[in-house]
């Protein structure tokens, strides 16, 4: 079909809509519902009864994420609009539909906190970990006892569809999603494009948002999915905080701390947290390769183990100001610190084809890393008198320094052991100063009562200048290896508009089709130079990003919903930077400037099915991608390992996915979480040797428990099965990971208790192999621990919020 044809389709579908709309003389009261700080309520039930028959609902529906309700098709009469919450008092307003007034909007209907029905009720019941929205999931962090420890990437492990590997890099659906904190690109978790998840702390965040197939208001970059990290904010009036501590061991011990406090006011709300961990590690790693063409050196052996201590520290500054009802200003400040000590000793045995000794050699590498992100945000939201109809600015600022300083001592070995010859030394470093710049508006207008048009303009300035030096020991001197030092500098500007229309037809709170269509066009500006050698890449590009998803809700609130989106995965900054990393020096890896991005189209179907208790979520995908980039190894006739990611031909992706939630019995909740995905990759380089078809599937299982008054225990089961790479596999990877929590001081304390990977079976590995070579590798880091915490509320809504992601699982 062609453009000309989706076009004059799309426009008939939306006169059919807005016909639909005004087919019918019935009116619709549209109002919204606020708490006494102004700040919107969700799940508020809203109906309307006869004025003289109180007790018979005419119609009904609840309040969207932002407060807003709609009630239509109303005939002509005089009725009683009812407003109540479980919590909250009850709100009974007159009001009259007539020929003279159809469409009726109420002013703001603030709803007040009943604390005496607060007092007499008592939850038993535990809540779901894990809920569907139109656009995707969210996982409330509060939920996950199992991972109350770390960073962001542990609070993932148990997130549904994500994978997370060893090293703490995230997957969706088989590619790097990209990852938003509270809905924009950030840099607290980097300025790259491949956001570093272990340096958020988990205890900054209040919740995660899953969007498997995003629409044309986000950005293009978002090939494998977006995952947006909503953090922490209290907005309760009057000064309020807490604070929490913990401790824990595994091999070796590990750290934790955090406090917020916060004072709000009607027109200010001032908040400061900190948060911190401290952490350290051990790991060994085993590899064995087999190099077919190098008879003196068949046989190479590799012996590794790592100490590496690891802190974290995190302050935020937020500071609201609301002078009226229709507008706000937000700024924001964040400092984020990560330091890291890595102390790794390298063993190196080569032997014949006959198994005849041949070289032995010890390599250690002391790698101190030390890295600061500071950025500021400010927002300002502009309401107007129609409860959907919304203005907001934001622009924002990060900048990255990274210093990196290794130190590398060779020493040979003889066959048995002992050092002969003199050390030889090696020094590196690799400096990094980056920044990313975000600068929005966005606007969304009320199409009567049959829909919304959102549009905007989003701007993202990235620049990067790479440092890279190495030096070898020369007469007791260090002398600089020209050949491999150099500067590599990047500069990246994407300037997008986006246009997208949402209609339904019914109502809107509940309407029986709903459908969303947009186009979002990008212009890419982007170079890149590696000076003293000269070499120049310059890369400018322009393209549309059309999409669009069909909703389809049954009586019971389930609902259907097929969705379309061309997306794009431009390389991050670390498989761009050419400087190859020699720590381990027969196994070298480095980026490639000439990575140009991939392409995608997404077709994704899903059902959603709410049951009596519990419900499921099935998902068909299917993704064909041109350009894909995968990592590959070459092998030399030295005996050197050379990966490097490069583009491949086209490439298609077909996965399902499920998620089920069963509640048996009021103290036991289940959520199980099966995906699998199917790659094939249909063209490459002949010259090339490539594993055309990879499968991978995982599976999830989360067991909650409330077996005794203010107590809580979470049981928790990953398998990740082996996952296909284009010239081998990663071997599967299955732990198990136990929480419990009480509360104790009368609701305000709570003490924590984790034990992650409790069998030890949580480790990684690869079989690779090529025409010259078969490769087996495996790490083992000390997963296995057991964690203790306690924290304190004080005039705090955080009480339910305060116990979550105070350890880290490596």
């Not at 109906?47 to 018979?56: A, P």
């Not at 498989?575 to 980026?591: E, K």
């Not at 103290?667 to 040797?689: A, V």
Request: proline letters at 3%.
């Amino acid at each position: 079909m062609s453009c000309k044809k989706i076009e004059w389709h799309m426009l008939a579908l939306m006169l059919l809509l807005y016909n639909l709309s005004y087919a019918q003389d019935a009116g619709s009261i549209s109002g919204k519902v606020v708490d006494k700080n102004s700040h919107p309520v969700e799940f508020v039930t809203i109906f309307i009864s006869g004025k003289n028959d109180s007790e018979k609902v005419l119609n009904g529906t609840i309040s969207d994420s932002v407060g807003t309700f709609l009630l239509s098709n109303i005939p002509d009469g005089e009725y009683l609009l009812n407003v109540q919450m479980v919590g909250f008092r009850k709100i009974t307003l007159r009001t009259a539909i007539d020929e003279k007034n159809r469409k009726i909007t109420l002013p703001l209907i603030v709803i007040e906190t009943d604390t005496a029905t607060l007092a007499r009720v008592e939850v038993t019941a535990i809540r779901n970990m894990i809920r569907k929205t139109d656009e995707g999931l969210v996982m409330d962090a509060t939920e996950n006892l199992t991972q109350i420890g770390g960073t962001a990437a542990d609070l993932l492990k148990n997130m549904p569809f994500v994978m997370v590997s060893s090293e703490g890099s995230i997957t969706l659906r088989g590619k790097t999603p990209l990852v938003l904190i509270n809905g924009r690109v950030s840099g607290i978790g980097g300025t790259d494009r491949s956001v570093n998840l272990e340096q958020i702390p988990a205890s900054s965040i209040d919740r995660i948002e899953i969007i498997s197939n995003p629409s044309s208001k986000y950005n293009a970059d978002a090939e494998g999915g977006i995952i947006n990290l909503i953090l922490k904010k209290n907005t309760e009036l009057g000064t309020n905080g807490a604070f929490a501590v913990g401790a824990g061991f595994g091999d070796r011990y590990r750290l934790n701390g955090m406090v917020m406090l916060n004072h709000k006011t009607e027109k200010w709300n001032i908040g400061i947290g900190y948060d911190n961990w401290y952490t350290t590690r051990t790991r060994r790693v085993n590899g064995d390769r087999i190099q077919l063409n190098i008879p003196n050196e068949y046989y190479l052996a590799q012996r590794r183990s790592d100490k590496r201590t690891i802190q974290n520290q995190m302050a935020r500054l937020d500071i609201d100001y609301i002078p009226d009802k229709k507008n706000s200003l937000t700024f924001g400040a964040t400092w984020l610190f990560q330091g890291e000590d890595n102390h790794e000793t390298l063993t190196n045995t080569t032997e014949t084809s006959e198994k005849d000794f041949t070289n032995r050699y010890r390599r250690h590498s002391n790698e101190i890393r030390r890295f600061n992100t500071a950025e500021g945000l400010l927002a300002y939201t502009r309401r107007f008198d129609h409860p959907d109809q919304l203005l907001t600015f934001n622009i924002s600022t990060a900048f990255d320094y990274d210093r990196e300083n290794t130190l590398i001592t060779t020493q040979t070995l003889s066959q048995q052991n002992s050092e002969t010859g003199d050390a030889f030394l090696q020094k590196t470093h690799n400096y990094e100063n980056s920044s990313i710049s975000n600068f929005s508006v966005d606007y969304i207008q009320p199409v009567s009562n049959i829909g919304s048009i959102e549009t905007g303009y989003k701007g993202i300035v990235r620049a990067l200048d790479n440092d890279f030096l190495r030096q070898n020991q020369v007469n007791s001197n260090f002398v600089t290896d020209t050949s491999n030092t150099d500067l590599f500098n990047f500069n990246e500007q994407i300037h997008a508009i986006y246009a997208q229309f949402t209609g339904w037809i019914g109502d809107k709170q509940s309407p029986k089709f709903k459908i969303t269509a947009g186009l979002r066009a990008e212009q890419v500006l982007n170079k890149a130079n590696i000076e003293v050698k000269s070499y120049n890449v310059k890369n400018d590009y322009f393209n549309l990003f059309p999409s669009g998803n069909l909703m389809y809700y049954t009586q019971k609130e389930n609902f259907i919903k097929l969705s379309y989106s061309k997306r794009i995965n431009r390389p991050a900054f670390g498989q761009l930077i050419p400087f190859p990393d020699i720590t381990d020096s027969l196994n070298i890896h480095s980026g490639n400037p000439n990575l140009k991005p991939e392409l995608a189209h997404s077709i994704d179907l899903s059902y959603n099915h709410f049951l009596k208790k519990g419900g499921f979520i099935a998902s068909a995908f299917y993704r064909k991608t041109s350009r894909a980039i995968l990592s590959y190894t070459v092998l030399d006739s030295n005996g050197v390992a050379f990966s490097q990611p490069l583009n491949f031909g086209n490439a298609e992706t077909y996965g399902l996915e499920g998620i089920l939630s069963y509640n048996p019995f009021n103290f036991w909740t289940i959520n199980i979480n099966i995906s699998s995905y199917y790659l094939h990759i249909e063209n490459t380089d002949p010259m090339i040797n490539v594993q055309r078809n990879q499968l991978t599937y995982f599976a999830k299982l989360s067991n909650n428990f409330s077996l005794w008054k203010n107590g809580r225990i979470q049981l928790t089961g990953n398998y990740t099965s082996p996952i296909a790479i284009p010239q081998g596999e990663q071997i599967a990877v299955y732990f198990v990971d136990m929480g419990a929590q009480q509360k104790i001081m009368k609701g305000q304390g709570r003490l924590g208790l984790t034990i992650t990977d409790i069998f030890n079976t949580q480790k990684s590995g690869v079989r690779t192999s090529d025409s010259n070579f078969i490769y087996k590798r495996f790490s083992k880091v000390d997963t296995r621990a057991i964690m203790f915490a306690f924290g304190y509320t004080f005039k705090s809504t955080f009480k339910e919020k305060l116990m979550e992601n105070k350890f880290k699982n490596d």
